[in-house]
């Protein structure tokens, strides 16, 4: 899967959680509105639809924090 297509997805997760797109270049934490538990949820979407699996250090990353940084992380197969 393509980056861009991760990206996709992750789009759609985001429209689907708050209605709207988020930037894929900004910090989604500080503009989308996600709470704590919806971010454990993004994870779990994450490691339920692309064959990724995040490690504690991964959520210290800079990527971590843009849907593009974290299209990046997957796409790159990151741990998983």
Do not use: C
Request: charged content about 20%.
């Amino acid at each position: 899967m393509s980056e861009q297509d991760i990206l996709a997805a992750l789009q759609g997760w985001f429209v689907e959680k708050t209605g709207t797109e988020a930037d894929p270049a900004s910090r989604y934490l500080e503009t989308s509105g996600l709470d704590s538990f919806e971010v454990i949820e993004l994870i779990g979407f994450i490691e339920a639809n692309f064959p990724f699996r995040f490690q504690s250090g991964d959520f210290q990353k800079a990527e971590f924090f843009s849907l593009n940084g974290l299209s990046h992380m997957i796409a790159a197969g990151g741990n998983g």
